[in-house]
């Protein structure tokens, strides 16, 4: 176990509709990170938030947001969800002051049917 | 031209070999050099991590830096089958890091 937990592990949903991912980073990391892995693509950035705030972002979607709340658990949310978006999504986190020295949580697998 | 080159392998050696895998770079802007491991449908984990040039070892991985080449290594002694896995280098400048698209391997018992 790493440390950052991410639910649900597998959602299947259909084209058109919404979903939630959440995260829950490991004990005194202030950083969260969002990507995207599917197979053509590799590990592709989204989004950082530090304690709460939106500190990076990569190559996310418009349909796609995310935020960090006070307890510093974050939530990712892809909407009008299109076949291409199926993927692992990973979240990690960290210290705030060490670029890439991330933990990563076991993902969340998604298939838009 | 991608920022970070990684071939994608799949890698395939017999148990016990030295495996070497590596990564090239063109910003030489790049400080911090990183090598997460991740196996199948799993999240990767952070193996080594590095700042300057020259080697930096743990137990059986020896993680290498030439700054002046823009050429990073991960050695492996001893292969397990256990070390099969995907390999990812990754670097970073600016609070931004970089990955490679990772390399399979593949020990063979």
């Known amino acids: 176990d790493s440390g950052v937990t991410q639910t649900p592990k597998h959602l299947i949903t259909a084209t058109g509709q919404r979903v939630t991912l959440r995260c829950s980073p490991r004990?005194?990391?202030?950083?969260v990170y969002w990507y995207q892995q599917s197979l053509d693509q590799g590990l592709q950035f989204l989004i950082q938030?530090?304690?709460?705030?939106?500190?990076a972002k990569g190559n996310i979607l418009e349909r796609f947001s995310a935020q960090q709340f006070p307890d510093l658990h974050s939530e990712l949310n892809l909407s009008s969800l299109e076949l291409g978006d199926s993927a692992l999504y990973f979240c990690?986190?960290?210290?705030?002051?060490?670029?890439?020295?991330?933990?990563f949580g076991s993902g969340t697998r998604l298939t838009v049917v | 031209q991608k920022e970070v080159e990684q071939d994608p392998g799949p890698l395939s050696v017999p148990e016990g070999a030295i495996v070497s895998l590596n990564c090239t770079y063109s910003?030489?802007?790049?400080?911090?050099f990183m090598w997460y491991r991740q196996y199948s449908r799993k999240g990767p984990e952070l193996l080594m991590y590095t700042y300057s040039s020259g080697n930096k070892e743990d137990g059986r991985f020896t993680a290498q830096v030439d700054k002046s080449s823009k050429y990073i290594s991960l050695f492996i002694r001893d292969s397990q089958p256990s070390d099969s896995a995907t390999y990812l280098c990754a670097m970073s400048v600016d609070y931004q890091l970089i990955w490679g698209a990772g390399t399979k391997l593949i020990i063979k018992p």
């Open positions: 938030y530090y304690n709460g705030e939106e500190r």
């Open positions: 004990s005194g990391d202030l950083s």
């Open positions: 990690a986190s960290s210290v705030a002051d060490r670029v890439g020295g991330y933990t």
């Open positions: 910003n030489s802007a790049f400080q911090y």
